[in-house]
């Protein structure tokens, strides 16, 4: 039988991008995006403390295929900071496609953390831009108000959840993912790729009803 975890003060939900274009129809749709919501929304009540993560892109961000000529979704491309990964357009700033999706519906939660509106520089992570040394600082945020263990639920189980969890991890936090309350991508073997590198970083995965 698994082992239960109960949450407490120093603990926090950590909801990672939510968004109408990570869902089915939307522009950068995550297979069953949508499944997580209602999910997500159980869990939520049962942390206190719940931050919100909102990728927000500028028209023309640099991790769009169409800012490249030429190149196609999917492809990935040298740039100054790495390689990266060319998404289809998607979470434009103030577009219907970067809102929450509908059904969220989490009252309580204390910070929307918006990431991802440097234009030459792509955001997977809610601690770190994909440069590795711009900070977004939530790892402040969440020192100053002594929390220590982050839960994480959210999109995409193998990019945003997977940068975040890791980046908890480094900045000395312990990290859960609560894996049925995600979804992947799965683009060449990135998920399996994902749990390699949990287990190296000591990420704890769980499923929901571990969580009381």
């Excluded at 999917?74 to 103030?94: E, K, M, R, S």
């Excluded at 590795?132 to 639920?153: N, P, Q, V």
């Excluded at 936090?173 to 590198?197: H, L, M, N, P, Q």
């Amino acid at each position: 039988m698994a082992e239960h975890i109960a949450t407490g003060p120093s603990d926090i939900l950590l909801v990672v991008d939510i968004q109408n274009d990570f869902c089915p129809g939307g522009g950068l749709a995550v297979p069953g995006g949508d499944e997580v919501v209602s999910l997500v929304n159980r869990l939520a009540r049962r942390f206190d403390h719940v931050v919100l993560t909102q990728d927000w892109h500028p028209r023309g961000h640099l991790s769009f295929a169409s800012s490249h000529p030429g190149r196609s979704p999917y492809t990935t491309l040298g740039l100054a900071y790495g390689p990266q990964i060319l998404w289809p357009d998607h979470c434009v700033q103030g577009t219907p496609g970067a809102e929450f999706h509908a059904d969220l519906h989490i009252p309580h939660a204390e910070l929307v953390l918006r990431k991802g509106y440097h234009r030459e520089i792509d955001s997977y992570s809610a601690f770190n831009e994909n440069d590795r040394k711009t900070r977004t600082g939530l790892a402040g945020y969440l020192r100053e108000r002594d929390f220590t263990r982050i839960f994480l639920a959210g999109l995409a189980f193998d990019f945003c959840v997977r940068y975040s969890a890791e980046d908890a991890r480094h900045d000395g936090f312990k990290a859960v993912v609560i894996e049925d309350a995600c979804r992947g991508i799965d683009v060449e073997g990135s998920v399996e790729a994902t749990r390699r590198s949990f287990a190296a970083l000591d990420v704890q995965c769980v499923m929901s009803g571990q969580v009381r």
